[in-house]
């Protein structure tokens, strides 16, 4: 029986039974005597002495809180010294002490201070009015099941352990499909991933070869432009250490910065070099050589006019 969370388990033995639709644990019987204005205090104590045992009931209202039960000693100091019952009335706040007939524990405990009181009804008055408050489930009467035959019960047992089998196959199938179809989403989506990965390093690699041609296209045009530049000058080249100083100068300069030019002139220990586009020309002052001085420059034209500066 469950009571404000927390459950209460009352065990007999069957042969104690009675035969009728209703049979609960004597400690529930006393729910009613709050419900029915037969008492007024709102925590109470029931307690019973039976052969060699007493029993005590805790109750909140109508709420069964706590049942107590200890062997009994005719020594009454020294039986509520072992049992702690006057501590266990105060723990469960109980105002009132509720017996169906006086005993010498009952004067025991009004001699200590407890409030008692002989409850003139009986058992069976008290267990009609508590039909209604108790739940069914503390209810030890059950109703008996219909006995099927022993050939039943074998082709019901026969269906259920086929029934059982056929689950657990369908299941372990299923659990195999199931695996089976993840595993080849997973090897198509690695399948998938490898193509996109494969695909894109291909896209890299061209751009990269295409860009590398394009740059030895670029310097090979630079390098026949200033090849060219060098064949017009030499024709017209007299010797001279310091103009043979200048022009490996300059032509290391371009080449290393790959700098297209479409005129390069010397005049005295000037250089007058014209770019071919902007983009040479604003190449060149920003990494011009520390060796050059800029003398002068022509952004309409791209052209500058440079020094060599002697160490």
Do not use: R
């Given at each position: 029986?469950?009571?404000?969370?927390?459950?209460?388990?009352?065990l007999?033995s069957?042969?104690?039974?009675?035969?009728?639709?209703?049979c609960?644990?004597?400690p529930?019987?006393?729910?009613?005597?709050?419900?029915?204005n037969?008492?007024?205090?709102d925590?109470?104590?029931?307690?019973e002495?039976?052969?060699?045992?007493?029993?005590?009931?805790?109750?909140e209202q109508?709420k069964?809180?706590?049942f107590?039960?200890?062997?009994?000693e005719k020594?009454?100091e020294?039986f509520?010294?072992k049992?702690?019952?006057?501590?266990?009335?105060?723990?469960?706040e109980?105002?009132?002490?509720?017996?169906?007939?006086?005993?010498?524990?009952?004067?025991e405990?009004?001699k200590n201070?407890?409030?008692c009181k002989?409850?003139i009804?009986?058992?069976n008055t008290?267990?009609k009015?508590?039909?209604?408050?108790?739940?069914k489930?503390?209810n030890f009467?059950?109703t008996?099941?219909?006995?099927?035959?022993?050939?039943?019960?074998l082709?019901f047992?026969?269906?259920?352990?086929?029934?059982?089998?056929?689950?657990?196959?369908?299941?372990v199938?299923?659990?195999?499909?199931q695996?089976?179809?993840n595993?080849?989403t997973?090897n198509?989506?690695?399948q998938?991933?490898?193509?996109?990965l494969?695909?894109?390093?291909?896209i890299?690699?061209?751009?990269?070869?295409k860009?590398l041609?394009?740059?030895l296209y670029?310097k090979?045009i630079?390098l026949?432009q200033?090849?060219n530049?060098?064949?017009?000058?030499v024709k017209?080249?007299?010797?001279?250490?310091?103009k043979t100083l200048?022009?490996?100068?300059?032509f290391?300069?371009?080449?290393?910065n790959?700098l297209?030019i479409?005129?390069?002139?010397?005049k005295?220990?000037?250089?007058?070099?014209?770019f071919n586009n902007?983009?040479?020309y604003q190449n060149a002052?920003?990494?011009?050589k520390?060796?050059?001085k800029?003398?002068?420059k022509?952004?309409?034209?791209y052209?500058i006019?440079?020094?060599l500066?002697?160490?």
């Open positions: 029986m469950k009571e404000n969370e927390i459950y209460h388990c009352f007999t069957v042969e104690n039974l009675p035969k009728s639709q209703f609960f644990p004597e529930l019987i006393f729910k009613p005597l709050f419900k029915n037969l008492i007024k205090e925590n109470f104590c029931f307690l002495i039976h052969l060699n045992e007493v029993y005590l009931c805790f109750y109508d069964f809180k706590a107590k039960k200890f062997k009994y020594t009454l020294l509520l010294e049992t702690h019952i006057l501590e266990l009335l105060k723990h469960y109980s105002e009132i002490i509720i017996s169906f007939k006086n005993s010498d524990l009952i004067k405990l009004e201070g407890a409030i002989i409850f009804q009986n058992k008290l267990a009015l508590s039909i209604p408050l108790l739940d489930n503390a009467i059950k008996i099941k219909k006995q099927f035959p022993l050939y039943l019960k082709i047992l026969f269906f259920l352990v086929f029934l059982s089998l056929s689950g657990i196959l369908i299941f199938n299923f659990l195999n499909y695996e089976n179809k595993l080849q997973q198509k989506n690695s998938d991933k490898l193509y996109k494969e695909k894109e390093k291909n890299i690699l061209e751009k990269k070869l860009d041609n394009l740059t670029n090979k630079l026949d200033n090849f530049q060098l064949s017009e000058i017209n080249f007299k010797p001279n250490k310091d200048i022009l490996k100068n300059i290391t300069w371009l080449n290393q790959s297209g479409s005129s390069l002139k010397l005295d220990y000037n250089i007058i070099i014209q902007q983009e040479n002052l920003t990494n011009l520390t060796d050059f800029l003398i002068s022509n952004d309409a034209l052209q006019i440079l020094e500066i002697h160490g």
